[in-house]
């Protein structure tokens, strides 16, 4: 048996795998809440609470999830944390190819500057790859 992290339900293990791996895959990361209640509902609103609760439902899909679906649940988070940044923005430079196997495909554009595009350029004239 399962317990859900912020309120009194439990279910099966299986259950709780099938529902959190569907969870991760198809919804947001705001989503991963509590199957029954949908505690807690305060995830967007309450950063200290969004913390926590997603500190500790790391632990749990840790030990829940294949790796494939708590890395998933990783890059989620990741990318909630970074859109919830106000000088955050997706750099439109970005070419999805071998490259980004070895960067993170992520740019942090920071008051104008773009040190993704630096570092994307640095790389490929190390690496040759134009």
């Known amino acids: 048996m399962v317990a859900m992290l912020r309120c009194t339900h439990w279910c099966c293990k299986t259950c709780a795998i099938t529902y959190f791996e569907l969870q991760v895959r198809d919804q947001s990361i705001l989503a991963t809440t509590c199957p029954f209640c949908k505690e807690p509902s305060d995830l967007a609103e309450n950063a200290d609470t969004a913390a926590e609760y997603f500190n500790n439902l790391d632990i749990l899909l840790k030990n829940l999830l294949e790796p494939k679906f708590h890395e998933m649940f ?34 942090y ?18 690496y040759r790859l134009d």
Request: aromatic content about 14%.
């Open 109 to 126: 554009l920071y008051h104008n500057v773009c040190f993704y595009s630096a570092r994307l350029d640095s790389l490929r004239s190390h």
């Open 74 to 107: 990783h890059r989620k988070l990741r990318d909630w944390a970074l859109l919830k940044m106000p000088n955050f923005k997706w750099c439109s430079k970005v070419r999805i190819n071998s490259l980004m196997k070895l960067v993170s495909y992520v740019a």
